[in-house]
């Protein structure tokens, strides 16, 4: 791959073509997906996390800024400086904290949503 630089001179890309390949490869698992690798994409735990990605996306950014206050006020600035496994730990509490947030933010307000936007909700109250 080649770019050019502030000089105007044609520098080779450190990368090379490793972005090309990755396209390659990810254009290969959409393939599989179709067929034979079908069953994996089906698989209940993405299909979860495909439900509630979009709860996951709208209170990511939030959430964490609320999750990291309150790890300082119950254990100081020194946790998110310490040691990598207590890092790893806290993100790993983040992570399915905020899942289990953007579940319930699924089945309490996203699923109502829907059925009203698709109709079904009225159609089932005219019963």
């Given amino acids: 791959m080649i770019r050019i630089n502030a000089q105007n001179t044609v520098v080779k890309s450190p990368h090379g073509d ?3 390949h990755a396209f390659k490869n990810i254009g290969r698992l ?3 997906a179709n067929g034979a690798g079908r069953r994996f994409w089906e698989n209940r735990f993405l299909v979860s996390i495909g439900k509630v990605s979009y709860g996951i996306y709208v209170y990511h950014l939030a959430y964490a800024y609320l999750f990291g206050l309150v790890i300082q006020k119950l254990f100081g600035h020194a946790v998110l400086q310490g040691p990598v496994l207590i890092q790893i730990l806290c993100m790993g509490i983040y992570l399915l904290s905020l899942f289990g947030l953007a ?3 699924y089945h ?3 699923k109502r ?6 109709g079904d909700l009225a159609t089932n109250s005219a019963r």
Avoid: D, G, Q
Wanted: no cysteine; glycine share 0%.
């Fill in 30 to 32: 959409i393939l599989i």
């Fill in 103 to 105: 579940t319930l933010s």
């Fill in 18 to 20: 490793y972005f090309i």
């Fill in 108 to 110: 309490a307000i996203e």
């Fill in 113 to 118: 949503w829907l059925k009203i936007s698709s």
